[in-house]
């Protein structure tokens, strides 16, 4: 049964109806490059852009059923036009375009996990079991690739002929297989929880102990191979305030999940409402008010700006990490106003990808290797589900 209309359902067909004017409809998927009004740049298909697209779809079905029809089109596409295959087994070939497929010599975490967000949010919503075969293959494939069977975790990087290439692990490497589309898959894939659960309650741990700098206040986003936090020069050193909101919410998320140890879910609890509390003191306050939104880019080591303008990523991310923190809702609800008041664009369609200083949208396209439709969907599913996508809009 469709859905009652609500502010989440228009709000998501502003988002995906933006892209129509890219959608080939003879190959049934989605062209990833687009303008800041709506018109195709390219004929390049990137995995990133394309399976985020397929996450907005499915998830939107239970108010639009008939997106169902294209995210599964949009899916059998990736799986028999944007994969590759080696000893190991498939993985996702980050682009193709102009009938050319780019082969690569390396794969990177952050398309491989990524490329694993639409099909598992797919299989979340229709249950199709021909596709859990798929994705069991493509996770059992990219856990073997990556993960360093030494120190834990995963690498950033794979290399076909050497394997995990040292020095790439990062806070991505750590943090987005989960939030991409692992912890999804164990709330997804009912049968085989116990696959995931050592991988996800791994990177926990390293996360908890290695990610946060307590006497910076900013999370380490680079480290050696046994996890130790790599010190950048200091005119080098840069993080956004959006990978703090993202530890906040990951350890917040964790500590409601049923196979996280009592004391554990303890401390990722504390540890969560900790780094909201320093994030939201910090001088990232554009005019020093929280109603203007925060920069982009921070010297960790000077809290110098280094980016002044506001990224829509970065507030999707804020949010979802307040949603799940009660204590902040009035800062909640300031970020939303915001958010809503000048990422949303209900002239031109989709989200605008950032403003300047003095709140105007920065023209450039909103259809990228990375961007699509994931992050304003996934916030807007996190705020139904914590109670909080209410008023104000």
């Given at each position: 049964m469709q859905k009652d209309n609500t502010y989440e359902d228009s709000s998501i067909k502003n988002s995906i109806s933006f892209f129509d004017q890219a959608y080939d409809n003879e190959r049934g998927v989605y062209l990833s490059e687009v303008d800041f009004y709506g018109s195709t740049l390219s004929s390049k298909i990137h995995t990133v852009a394309l399976s985020r697209i397929i996450y907005g779809l499915a998830y939107s079905s239970q108010y639009f059923p008939e997106n169902m029809n294209r995210a599964e089109s949009c899916a059998r596409f990736q799986l028999t036009r944007m994969l590759g295959r080696d000893s190991v087994g498939p993985y996702f070939i980050p682009e193709v375009g102009d009938g050319k497929i780019s082969q690569p010599e390396s794969l990177d975490i952050w398309q491989q996990a990524y490329g694993l967000c639409g099909l598992t949010e797919l299989y979340r919503s229709g249950k199709n079991d021909?596709?859990?075969?798929e994705i069991h293959h493509l996770n059992k494939a990219f856990i073997e690739r990556f993960r360093d069977k030494e120190n834990g975790g995963f690498y950033g990087e794979y290399n076909f002929n050497s394997g995990g290439v040292s020095g790439t692990k990062t806070i991505q490497s750590l943090m987005y297989p989960i939030t991409a589309y692992m912890a999804n898959l164990w709330f997804a894939d009912k049968s085989n929880r116990i696959e995931y659960e050592g991988i996800i309650k791994e990177h926990l741990s390293?996360?908890?102990?290695?990610?946060?700098?307590d006497s910076m206040g900013w999370v380490n986003t680079k480290f050696?191979?046994?996890?130790?936090?790599?010190?950048?020069?200091?005119?080098?050193?840069?993080?956004?305030?959006g990978h703090n909101f993202q530890l906040a919410a990951l350890m917040l998320r964790s500590s409601k999940w049923p196979f996280i140890s009592a004391e554990n879910q303890m401390k990722y609890e504390k540890m969560g409402t900790s780094i909201l509390k320093e994030t939201l003191r910090k001088d990232i306050w554009i005019n020093d008010s929280i109603t203007n939104g925060f920069y982009g880019g921070i010297n960790p080591l000077t809290n110098k700006v280094l980016d002044k303008n506001c990224s829509w990523w970065q507030h999707c991310e804020a949010l979802i990490a307040l949603s799940l923190c009660p204590e902040f809702k009035e800062e909640f609800e300031s970020i939303k106003e915001f958010y809503f008041d000048s990422f949303v664009d209900v002239k031109n369609g989709g989200e605008i990808a950032n403003i300047d200083l003095e709140g105007k949208p920065i023209i450039e396209p909103k259809g990228q290797k990375g961007k699509s439709v994931y992050h304003h969907i996934e916030m807007l599913r996190m705020l139904n589900e914590t109670g909080m996508a209410g008023a104000n809009n």
């Open positions: 021909k596709l859990l075969t390293i996360a908890y102990s290695k990610v946060w700098n050696d191979d046994k996890w130790k936090p790599m010190t950048e020069a200091s005119e080098k050193a840069w993080v956004t305030p």
